[in-house]
């Protein structure tokens, strides 16, 4: 795979996803999920680490903006489904319940009106589904706005059940805050 990583620290950091399957697993009922939906999936660190975990019973939806990613993603892990969604809506994915809404490196968009859109994003296809769980991730760098204006939409049926930083790479962007969520 010639994925070309629009961060390049990216490239060297595999153990992202199991860091953050460490975080889940302390966090929520990690055997009930089989349904994730991850919303700038980027190079998925989080399905690798589930797969192994889950099997074939998980059903895993991605989707990014970047088409080349896109298309490698499907011929490295051809038992999930990946989408070239700009919009992020999954406006062709059946809306069943999902288990577990997953937006990682939220507000890592460089321009204001990027965060804002990704954040709506997220709260329009969370008010949709209602998953059990809903994991966001920022960096240490980027301002908490977005997490904060995405659980303030949410928190009538949201409540917080872990708040975790982590560390990947050994970049300094690497240093990410995980805000956990579970449905009431």
């Given at each position: 795979m010639t994925t070309k990583y629009a961060w390049?620290?990216?490239?060297?950091?595999?153990?992202?996803g199991e860091k953050l399957l460490g975080i889940l697993k302390k966090s929520i009922d990690i055997k009930s999920v089989e349904s994730v939906i991850d919303m700038n999936c980027g190079y998925a660190p989080l399905?690798?680490?589930?797969?192994?975990?889950?099997?074939?019973?998980?059903?895993?939806?991605?989707?990014d903006?970047?088409?080349?990613?896109?298309?490698?993603?499907?011929?490295?892990?051809p038992k999930a489904q990946w989408f070239d969604m700009?919009?992020?809506?999954?406006?062709?994915?059946?809306?069943?319940?999902?288990d577990l809404f997953l937006l990682m490196g939220i507000t890592g968009g460089t321009k204001e009106y990027e965060s804002k859109t990704e954040?709506?994003?997220?709260?329009?296809?969370?008010?949709?589904?209602?998953p059990r769980y809903v994991?966001?991730?920022?960096?240490?760098?980027?301002p908490h706005t977005r997490v904060d204006e995405i659980f303030q939409a949410i928190k009538?049926?949201?409540?917080?059940?872990?708040?975790?930083?982590?560390?990947?790479?050994?970049?300094?962007?690497?240093?990410?805050?995980?805000?956990?969520?579970?449905?009431?």
């Open positions: 390049p620290y990216l490239a060297e950091t595999k153990d992202r399905y690798e680490a589930l797969a192994k975990e889950k099997g074939d019973v998980l059903r895993y939806y991605g989707s903006i970047n088409p080349d990613l896109i298309k490698e993603l499907k011929e490295k892990y700009p919009d992020n809506q999954f406006c062709h994915v059946s809306m069943k319940k999902f954040a709506e994003s997220a709260i329009t296809i969370i008010k949709r589904i209602y994991v966001l991730e920022r960096s240490d760098r980027a009538d049926h949201y409540i917080q059940v872990r708040y975790a930083p982590y560390e990947f790479g050994g970049h300094i962007n690497g240093k990410r805050r995980v805000y956990v969520y579970a449905y009431r």
